[in-house]
DNA sequence: AGGCCTAGGTAACAGCGTGTAACAGAACAC
DNA sequence: GTGTTCTGTTACACGCTGTTACCTAGGCCT
């Protein structure tokens, strides 16, 4: 792929001066939109890559817009916004956005994010959904979901405990996507209740988990080929995964 | 089948979005819901497999809805609702609802809920209705239930103690649906007078009573086959019971 | 380079849930 | 009554998981 196209939508002159500067200098062409006819017009002259719009864009709703583009054509679409409740996420998320960030963000999660979803656009210009879940593999491992079993190259069985499994899926879920901690404890400890899910945890639990499952899913656990640190954002799992479906 | 399609129906934006994120990360495919014209408009546009329906939906009863849908469709409902009393559970299942959980759930519950929901519907799209019980076969195992009689795979002859074959028939009629020690103590104490049921029992009798059970029905009671722990939620009868009738 | 600050890795520990052996009382057969 | 079987309680072992504390590694400054 040549360089990246980025369309920065923002109606505030001076954030989007500022993300098209800094996404410049990280190797990207970044062009700046003001509104939903700008970004037409850019749409209808050159091929653009990803499209990071704003919610809040004047009177309008980003994620309107989104709605509409995600009707029109597929170019993926990053959500930034200022609202960082589950519920707007979900909005976004519901709107056919590949992915949402909250302001005011970490510089370096937000060019993860960017660099993941351009990696999955690339390589699944049909989507590649899930059909149904049951094994899964990953550089050389195997998962079976239903008998909750996991192989390694080499054939051996390991086993994994409830939460190492449960963190294993999430990743698998999500390759090539930086997760944050808050992320990951999130979709670990949804509880249900809807209540103390999120809770501040102060801990260093998912740290300490994520090491456990390297112990155990890496063959050479100090370099990690799988579950690798992103300093200052989280972790990614950084291999391909390979979905089969049932039977 | 493909990757089952969920309805996530609730009017409450927050409670509806961690639920549909929860059961995406677990690998469904779920869609967001608030009221029934939504719901409608869901099931006329594609497949639903499942649907997750809040009791309480602003002033319309979910129960009132899923009477309704029972008349017209047989897509499987799970009811989900505020209100544990027992006579709100049996207001559920009387009108038609494949299961029912209280909130606050566990959300391994809850998945385990959905998926032998899902796992009932895959095999009985005609309903296999019982005549009169009295034989069941299960991962190579035989029970009369007319002479009180197990058969391992391998011919012996097991005998089992009172409690043992009233725990053996409520797993038997509920296979694959996680049960909590306390549904089971409900359930085992219910002694006919209905009266003492659901004592508050503080003890581990349940755990006792499954290890002896596992001790005579699994070949390997340390990997047990049949009788699964849920480790924060109860026990699991992890097979297909194949119902034979009278005749 | 060296020094400093912070983020991350991880060993050790503590708390909790579950498995289960051992015990004791209850129920039952004789 | 005696003896046997059943069943709930208790106590201990063990694995899982979150916390803490300490150490190392990575950045940034001068």
Redesign the interface.
């Known amino acids: 792929m040549t360089i990246p196209r980025l369309l920065v939508v923002d109606d505030d002159a001076e954030t989007r001066g500022m993300l098209t500067q800094f996404l410049r200098q990280n190797g990207f062409i970044a062009l700046p939109c003001d509104s939903e006819v700008t970004i037409r017009e850019q749409l209808d002259s050159g091929r653009v890559d990803l499209i990071l719009l704003d919610v809040m864009l004047g009177d309008e709703y980003g994620v309107d817009i989104c709605k509409r583009l995600r009707h029109e054509q597929d170019v993926p679409v990053i959500l930034v916004s200022a609202l960082s409740?589950?519920?707007h996420?979900?909005?976004g998320?519901?709107v056919g956005a590949d992915d949402y960030i909250a302001k005011p963000f970490n510089p370096n999660l937000l060019l993860a994010r960017v660099k993941a979803v351009l990696h999955r656009a690339k390589r699944s210009s049909s989507l590649t959904?899930?059909?149904?879940?049951s094994t899964f593999r990953f550089g050389g491992w195997f998962y079976d979901?239903k008998r909750d079993e996991v192989t390694s190259p080499q054939g051996y069985q390991v086993s994994l405990s409830?939460k190492e499994t449960a963190l294993l899926?999430?990743f698998l879920?999500n390759p090539h996507i930086p997760l944050t901690r808050e992320e990951i404890n999130t979709?670990l400890d949804?509880?249900?209740?809807?209540?103390d899910?999120g809770n501040g945890n102060p801990g260093r639990a998912i740290d300490v988990l994520v090491g456990r499952l390297r112990g155990k899913i890496e063959t050479e656990p100090k370099v990690p080929e799988l579950l690798r640190t992103q300093r200052g954002v989280g972790y990614v799992f950084a291999v391909d995964v390979a979905v089969e479906?049932?039977q």
Chains 1, 2 share one sequence.
């Not at 959904?129 to 879940?133: E, G, H, K, N, V």
């Not at 949804?190 to 209540?195: A, E, L, S, Y």
């Open positions: 409740a589950d519920h996420r979900m909005a998320y519901e959904y899930r059909r149904s879940i979901a409830r899926k999430v879920g979709a949804v509880t249900g209740d809807g209540q899910a479906d049932d």
